[in-house]
């Protein structure tokens, strides 16, 4: 079995904006190290979790700046993951050069908690992996009134082949090697 990415961890990232990151950036930086330990070139990160994380602030930048220099000490890519605010995920994408961070879509992310928000035509020129799944999050989406489990179409299924096929025709601008990859 070959990994092409591995998922950090995210129970608590909201921490990494509070005084205290109750441990979050070491647990950050403690994925690097088994990304290195494993051969796996690029770790997924979520900037910020829920509907009203705590707001951006520089005690938040340093962290993420540290876990970005670490990451680069140690050749592995940070790939930011869509979630609830674009704002956030613009910030990593304008602060961070496409040899030490790009960007990862989540369909399941965009259909569920930003619906109507499309990121590829914002970031796709940074993408460096997918997750494409069907899965619509634990609690009822709103988009679509469902819980997860109870519907049978991928949600994700136009939005890949859209995605897939700009891909195709227009390459990444940042010349980024890119794979799209069903969950």
């Known amino acids: 079995i070959t990994y092409e990415t591995l998922h950090a961890p995210f129970s608590h990232i909201n921490d990494l904006w509070r005084e205290d990151d109750q441990g979050m950036l070491d647990e950050l930086l403690h994925t690097i190290d088994h990304c290195v330990l494993a051969g796996v070139g690029i770790a997924v990160v979520h900037i910020s979790s829920g509907n009203t994380p705590p707001p951006m602030c520089d005690r938040g930048f340093a962290r993420i700046h540290r876990l970005a220099e670490y990451s ?3 050749n592995v890519k940070l790939a930011f993951e869509n979630a609830r605010l ?3 995920l613009a910030w990593a994408m304008e602060t961070f050069s496409p040899d030490i961070a790009g960007f990862c ?3 399941g992310h965009e259909f569920c908690f930003t619906p109507g928000r499309h990121y590829m035509p914002l970031f796709g020129d940074r993408l460096i992996c997918t997750h494409i799944h069907d899965n619509t999050a634990v609690f009822t989406c709103r988009r679509n009134n469902r819980t997860a489990g109870t519907h049978t179409e991928c949600v994700c299924t136009p939005a890949v082949g859209r995605m897939a096929r700009e891909l195709v025709v227009s390459g990444t601008e940042s010349g980024m090697p890119c794979k799209l990859t069903v969950l």
């Open 72 to 74: 680069a000490q140690n």
């Open 86 to 88: 674009v704002a956030n």
């Open 105 to 107: 879509w989540d369909c």
